[in-house]
């Protein structure tokens, strides 16, 4: 389908204000791939507060100019689908990686988080960050640690000193 010139200005200016809030980016191509299976990819986009998007390639290249993507440049070449997420880094790597396991067609091409590219041979690494939720909850872990260690060093000696006693009435009391 052909877009007029307000058309297109108007598919740049919304995929670059995405380009502007998100934290990542995923460039796959999709040739081959039947209608079914790219509504399937959207849902789990969808789910996943994955930004997922067909856009030709120039129009691509003109909304990441003078941004932190600029270095996907090169890997917008043929039928490709970008894949943006403004809080998770991770998100549209696994997104790709799950649904590539179930459709060999979705070939991913390059991954970027602010501003570093990444081949495809980083995409299970990539997929592997936690999610914004699991690393604040190891932050927390981490953070908690020295404070539970330090008081249960506090509260050793009584604790001994309780069971000295515990031990002297049970002989106490087993004599």
């Given amino acids: 389908m052909a877009l007029n010139l307000a058309q297109k200005k108007e598919v740049v200016a919304e995929v670059s204000a995405v380009f502007s809030e998100s934290v990542s980016a995923a460039v796959a191509e999709?040739?081959?791939?039947?209608?079914?299976?790219?509504t399937r990819l959207r849902t789990q986009a969808r789910e996943t507060e994955v930004f997922l998007r067909v856009v030709r390639n120039t129009l691509a290249k003109r909304s990441i100019a003078g941004s932190d993507f600029e270095c996907l440049n090169d890997s917008l070449v043929g039928p490709v689908i970008l894949a943006l997420s403004k809080n998770d880094p991770g998100a549209p790597?696994?997104?790709?990686?799950?649904?590539?396991?179930?459709?060999?067609?979705?070939?991913?091409?390059?991954?970027?988080?602010?501003?570093?590219?990444?081949?495809?041979?980083?995409?299970?690494?990539?997929?592997?960050?936690?999610?914004?939720?699991?690393?604040?909850?190891?932050?927390?872990?981490?953070?908690?640690?020295?404070?539970?260690?330090?008081?249960?060093?506090?509260?050793?000696?009584?604790?001994?000193?309780?069971?000295?006693?515990a031990a002297i009435g049970e002989k106490k009391k087993n004599s």
């Fill in 30 to 38: 999709y040739s081959g791939m039947s209608v079914a299976d790219l």
């Fill in 93 to 165: 790597a696994r997104l790709f990686k799950n649904f590539s396991k179930e459709n060999q067609k979705l070939v991913v091409k390059a991954l970027a988080i602010s501003g570093k590219v990444y081949g495809a041979s980083d995409l299970d690494a990539i997929a592997k960050l936690p999610t914004r939720d699991e690393a604040l909850s190891k932050l927390a872990y981490v953070l908690k640690a020295p404070i539970t260690k330090f008081v249960r060093t506090l509260a050793e000696p009584y604790a001994q000193v309780v069971r000295v006693f």
